[in-house]
């Protein structure tokens, strides 16, 4: 005798849609005992916040870059000197990147917000601050083939477990649609630990220890996802 297989598959679904409500309840009791027995703190303050990262008080102490500035470096200037018009820093010593885009200025609140991402394992920041990447990268973005996040050492990779360029990339990624490619990318060599140095030093370090090997075509148009430390 052939089984009807009708009854099994009505009792199925609702069963399955039982299940999977009763297991999307359970996660939402579990967050909301979490939220309870461990409140969100500001990342810079240490108060109680609701959502993400910092609370009112510090977002508002962000400086968050808006024009006029260079438009070679992304540096703020203090006045309007016109369309085209590069900083100083820019003529003297222009980069090898043709744009740099900066979200805010390195100050207390955002070195706070960096080093929590680096080195205390708050990915969870990486979201917000890749919208802000994104909204400042707009027209860097608008037309890029590609997004690749800076690449860690293997081994500062093994040690930190994740790589906060690429959190930072797959955030801005979902903002603008540009694609992460990290593979195309890779640091050779490590670099030594730059927290306290000037962007020059940095920039002298990156230069003497590390190495890419490019595996893109040479005219691609690339944006790559970092956290600029203007100041
Ligand atoms: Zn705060």
């Not at 990624?173 to 992460?180: A, N």
Request: include cysteine.
């Amino acid at each position: 005798m052939e089984a009807d297989p009708a009854p099994s598959r009505s009792i199925a679904a609702p069963l399955r849609a039982a299940w999977t409500a009763g297991r999307h309840a359970l996660a939402r009791a579990a967050r909301l005992a979490l939220d309870i027995a461990l409140p969100t703190l500001c990342v810079s303050c240490r108060e109680p916040v609701d959502g993400e990262g910092v609370c009112a008080a510090c977002w508002a102490r962000l400086s968050f870059i808006e024009r006029p500035y260079c438009p070679r470096l992304g540096i703020p200037f203090v006045y309007d000197p016109g369309p085209d018009m590069l900083s100083m820093e820019a003529i003297a010593s222009p980069p090898a990147y043709q744009r740099a885009r900066a979200a805010v200025r390195y100050d207390d609140v955002a070195r706070t917000l960096v080093h929590a991402l680096k080195y205390q394992d708050r990915t969870d920041l990486a979201p917000a601050m890749g919208r802000w990447m994104a909204r400042a990268g707009g027209e860097l973005l608008t037309g890029a083939d590609m997004l690749i996040p800076v690449p860690l050492h293997w081994r500062r990779a093994w040690r930190r477990r994740y790589n906060q360029s690429g959190a930072l990339a797959r955030s801005i990624e979902r903002q603008s649609g540009v694609k992460v490619r990290g593979e195309v990318l890779r640091r050779v060599r490590a670099t030594e630990q730059q927290i306290g140095l000037s962007r020059a030093q940095r920039a002298t370090m990156c230069r003497a220890h590390s190495r890419y090997l490019p595996t893109v075509r040479p005219r691609c148009r690339a944006a790559a996802s970092s956290w600029s430390t203007t100041s």
